[in-house]
């Protein structure tokens, strides 16, 4: 079971000890924005009913109705209390911050949530790649992946495997860069990143950790 569908099975929880209060507030919702619901029942992978509930637990942690990143890493450090999330949930607040204005509108929330959580392989390896490439300028360097890696270890913490320390991540940063470099010259561009994950298994499973990290 992924982090997401345990947040909402807890949402969920939560509602069936007020049942009144539950109706009362997916009215409120609907009145608040309907046609937002609509749009984003359209565009993410989310039914209205999982939207309200996202909502009700967006708006319990962000009253404001919008996410600065120390309260995105906040919410993030609740999953992962083994290790120290701060690192990774930085880069995967960038990623979500489409529009980098250094907060996270529910629209926003629930468009990352949804590629995560439900996306097609390609949607989550360009999600993927969109990560590591840390500056947006459309490649990946060893440096970036260096730095991604590192906050994955540290997130991980105790249930890391092999166990963290500076030569385990240089060793994996080494060996995927390798692969993924294919014509040598130093950065991995998007579509080496997508021919190498499509032709190795190892490399795509290792992708899977995107299905527990949110």
């Given at each position: 079971?992924?982090a997401?569908?345990t947040?909402?099975?807890?949402?969920?929880?939560?509602?069936?000890?007020?049942?009144?209060?539950?109706?009362?507030?997916?009215?409120?919702?609907?009145?608040?924005?309907p046609?937002?619901?609509?749009?984003?029942?359209?565009?993410?992978k989310?039914?209205?009913?999982?939207?309200?509930?996202?909502?009700?637990?967006?708006?319990?942690e962000?009253?404001t109705?919008i996410?600065?990143?120390?309260t995105?890493?906040?919410?993030?450090a609740?999953?992962?209390?083994?290790?120290?999330?701060?690192?990774y949930?930085?880069?995967?607040?960038?990623?979500?911050?489409?529009?980098?204005?250094?907060?996270l509108?529910?629209?926003?929330?629930?468009?990352?949530?949804?590629?995560?959580?439900?996306?097609?392989?390609?949607?989550?390896?360009?999600?993927a790649?969109?990560?590591?490439?840390?500056?947006?300028?459309?490649?990946?360097?060893?440096?970036?992946?260096?730095?991604?890696?590192?906050?994955?270890?540290?997130?991980?913490?105790?249930?890391?495997e092999?166990?963290?320390?500076?030569?385990?991540?240089?060793?994996?940063?080494?060996?995927?860069?390798?692969?993924?470099?294919?014509?040598?010259d130093?950065?991995?561009?998007?579509?080496?990143?997508?021919?190498?994950?499509?032709?190795?298994?190892?490399?795509t499973?290792?992708?899977?950790?995107?299905?527990?990290?949110?």
């Amino acid at each position: 079971m992924d982090a997401l569908t345990t947040w909402l099975n807890l949402k969920r929880g939560e509602f069936r000890k007020k049942d009144h209060d539950l109706e009362d507030l997916e009215m409120q919702v609907v009145r608040y924005k309907p046609e937002g619901l609509d749009v984003l029942c359209r565009k993410s992978k989310f039914t209205r009913k999982e939207l309200q509930i996202m909502y009700r637990g967006f708006k319990q942690e962000c009253p404001t109705g919008i996410v600065n990143e120390e309260t995105f890493k906040e919410i993030y450090a609740q999953f992962f209390p083994q290790g120290d999330s701060s690192a990774y949930a930085h880069y995967v607040f960038n990623t979500f911050d489409h529009d980098r204005n250094g907060s996270l509108s529910f629209e926003e929330f629930v468009m990352g949530l949804s590629v995560l959580s439900r996306g097609t392989l390609q949607e989550r390896l360009q999600w993927a790649f969109n990560l590591y490439d840390i500056n947006g300028d459309g490649f990946i360097t060893k440096d970036e992946m260096t730095d991604i890696v590192s906050a994955i270890y540290e997130m991980m913490g105790r249930f890391s495997e092999p166990m963290v320390d500076e030569n385990t991540t240089k060793e994996h940063v080494e060996r995927v860069f390798h692969k993924m470099d294919i014509n040598r010259d130093g950065v991995i561009t998007f579509d080496e990143f997508m021919e190498t994950c499509r032709r190795d298994e190892n490399i795509t499973k290792g992708m899977a950790i995107f299905d527990t990290v949110l």
